[in-house]
C-alpha cells in the first residue's frame, strides 16, 4: 500500500504540474483561446480511449508493469514539450500523456481495493484520495508559479522527474495479478440506475474540476502573482482533506448521505470562476469548491466498488475513471468555446447551472439507501 501511495502522489504530481499550464502555453503559443481547451480535451479524450482496455491490460501485465509503464507514458512527454512549442507536438504529446494516465487511474483504484483491509475499503479509498490530493496540491498550484515566474522549461522538467520517482513505487506494488477478463464489460450495464447515478453525479463534478483548472489560471489576474497557486492550492487542499473525512464518514453513515451537500457545494463553489478579482470572494469559494469535488469523487468510488464483486473490482475502477475524466475534458473542451465566444464567467455559470441539476441523482441515491434500510 505504501508503494501504491507513493506512486500515485508522484504520478498527480507530474499529471498536475501540466494539467493548468500546458493549456495556458497552447493559448499562448498559438494566440488563439480555444486552444486550451483543445488540449485538455485531447488529454482527457485519450485518457478516456484506453480506460476501457486496462482491466485486460491489468490482468495481462498485473499492477506493477502497468503502473511503471504509465510513469513513462506520463512523464517522457513532458521533455518533448521542452524542446518544442508547436501546437501540434504539444498536442500529440497531450495524447500519449492522457494514454499513460489512463492506465495509471484505473490501475491505481482497482490495486486499493485489493490491498484494502475488509469492511475498510471506503477508508482505503479515502487514503488513495489523500495522496491524488497531496499529488494535486503540490503540482497544480506549484506548476503555475513555475511556469509564471521561471518559465516553462524548468516546469516540463519537473513534469518529467516526478513520474521518474514514481516508477520506485510502482516497484513496490503487490497487488495480486486480476483474473483473466475475456471481455471487459466496462460499458455493460452502464445503465442501471445504480450505476448510472453515480457515474452521471462524478461527471457533473469533474465537469466543473476541467473547467477550473483549465480555465481559472487564464481567467485570474497575474497580479498578485501568489493568487492562482493560492486559489488551485486551496482547491486541492479542500479536496484532498475532504476525500479523507467522506472516506471515514461513508463507512458510518453511508456514502450516498454525501452525494447532495457535496454536489451543492461544488455548485456553489465553481462560482468563485465568476469572481476572480475579488480575492475575498475567491479564494474561500476556492475552498469550498475543493470540498465538494472531493467528497463527490471519494462517495462515488467507494460506491462502485461496493456494488463491484472482487472479480469486477478493475471493471468497476475503469468505469470510475472513465466518467471522471469525459467529465474533465468536457470541462475543459466545452468551456474553451463558450469562453470563446462569450466570457470565462459565463462558462463556470453554465457548469454551476448543471451541477444544481445533478443534484437531482443525489436525492434518488439518498433515497434509494433509505427504501434499503
Not at 514514481?166 to 495480486?176: C, E
Request: hydrophobic share 50%; with cysteine.
Amino acid at each position: 500500500m505504501i508503494g501504491l501511495l507513493l506512486c500515485t502522489v508522484s504520478g498527480f504530481i507530474g499529471f498536475n504540474l501540466l494539467l493548468s499550464t500546458v493549456p495556458e502555453y497552447a493559448s499562448q503559443t498559438s494566440g488563439r483561446t480555444a486552444a486550451a481547451g483543445i488540449v485538455t480535451g485531447t488529454l482527457m479524450a485519450a485518457t478516456v480511449a484506453v480506460q476501457p482496455a486496462v482491466p485486460r491490460l491489468l490482468a495481462r501485465l498485473g499492477y506493477r508493469t502497468a503502473m511503471i509503464t504509465s510513469m513513462v507514458l506520463l512523464g517522457a512527454p513532458a521533455l518533448v514539450l521542452g524542446v518544442s512549442d508547436q501546437f501540434a507536438t504539444t498536442v500529440i504529446c497531450s495524447v500519449l500523456r492522457g494514454l499513460g494516465f489512463g492506465v495509471f487511474v484505473v490501475a491505481g483504484s482497482a490495486a486499493v481495493a485489493e490491498l484494502s483491509p475488509p469492511g475498510r475499503r471506503s477508508q482505503g479509498v479515502g487514503w488513495y484520495g489523500v495522496a491524488t490530493g497531496l499529488g494535486g496540491m503540490v503540482g497544480t498550484p506549484f506548476g503555475v508559479l513555475l511556469a509564471h515566474e521561471f518559465g516553462y522549461g524548468p516546469l516540463f522538467a519537473a513534469g518529467a522527474a516526478a513520474p521518474a520517482v514514481g516508477v520506485l513505487g510502482a516497484l513496490a506494488v503487490t497487488a495480486p495479478r486480476p483474473a483473466p477478463v475475456v471481455r471487459p464489460r466496462v460499458l455493460a450495464g452502464t445503465t442501471r440506475a445504480t450505476i448510472l447515478r453515480p457515474l452521471l453525479l462524478l461527471t457533473t463534478g469533474t465537469m466543473a474540476s476541467g473547467a477550473v483548472v483549465t480555465f481559472l489560471p487564464l481567467a485570474a489576474p497575474r497580479q498578485p502573482v501568489w493568487l492562482t497557486p493560492l486559489a488551485l492550492l486551496l482547491v486541492q487542499s479542500g479536496l484532498t482533506g475532504s476525500r479523507y473525512l467522506s472516506g471515514r464518514l461513508g463507512d458510518r453513515f453511508g456514502d450516498q448521505r454525501l452525494l447532495l451537500p457535496a454536489t451543492l457545494m461544488t455548485a456553489v463553489g465553481v462560482l468563485g470562476g465568476m469572481l476572480t478579482d475579488t480575492t475575498a470572494a475567491l479564494l474561500p469559494l476556492m475552498a469550498v469548491f475543493g470540498m465538494g469535488v472531493g467528497a463527490t469523487q471519494n462517495a462515488t468510488l467507494a460506491l462502485m466498488l461496493h456494488r463491484a464483486g472482487r472479480a469486477e473490482l478493475s471493471v468497476a475502477s475503469a468505469r470510475w475513471n472513465l466518467a471522471f475524466d469525459v467529465g474533465l475534458g468536457l470541462g475543459g473542451f466545452c468551456i474553451g468555446l463558450i469562453a470563446q465566444y462569450t466570457s470565462h464567467a459565463t462558462g463556470f455559470a453554465v457548469v454551476s447551472a448543471a451541477l444544481v441539476l445533478a443534484s437531482a441523482l443525489a436525492v434518488a441515491e439518498t433515497k434509494g439507501r433509505v427504501r434499503a434500510r
